[in-house]
């Protein structure tokens, strides 16, 4: 059963800002701690940013400067608003929780072109 939902995602040129959204269900959201990964074609995922029930943001190094990421507590959302992108961000972006539960969303695919 899928428990979120992402969306968003599209095909943009180098430095042009995009913002993804993740609707979660209630059971996935509630008091949790809320996570972005990316994935590529051949590896794993790999943490990009991730939210605390409070808001704290905390990034990994390679999108931290660059990307934002925020929660709606109300309306069970997750946002990462991506700036001054590059080609290597490009890939398939997914909300979880932390720690993750093994139900994924579809994923939102990112491409970014020099």
């Known amino acids: 059963q899928v428990k979120s939902v992402e969306s968003g995602g599209g095909s943009v040129e180098a430095g042009e800002s995009l913002r993804l959204s993740c609707a979660a269900s209630?059971?996935?959201?509630?008091?949790?701690?809320m996570v972005w990964l990316r994935q590529v074609p051949g590896k794993e995922r790999e943490l990009v940013a991730f939210?605390?029930?409070?808001?704290?943001?905390n990034y990994a190094a390679p999108w931290k400067g660059r990307f934002t990421i925020s929660r709606d507590n109300d309306e069970r959302m997750v946002y990462l608003k991506m700036d001054n992108r590059k080609p290597e961000d490009t890939g398939i972006y997914y909300c979880?929780?932390?720690?993750?539960?093994?139900?994924w969303g579809p994923g939102t695919q990112v491409t970014v072109s020099a």
């Open positions: 979880n929780r932390i720690p993750t539960i093994p139900s």
């Open positions: 209630g059971s996935v959201f509630d008091d949790n701690t």
């Open positions: 939210v605390s029930r409070t808001g704290f943001p």
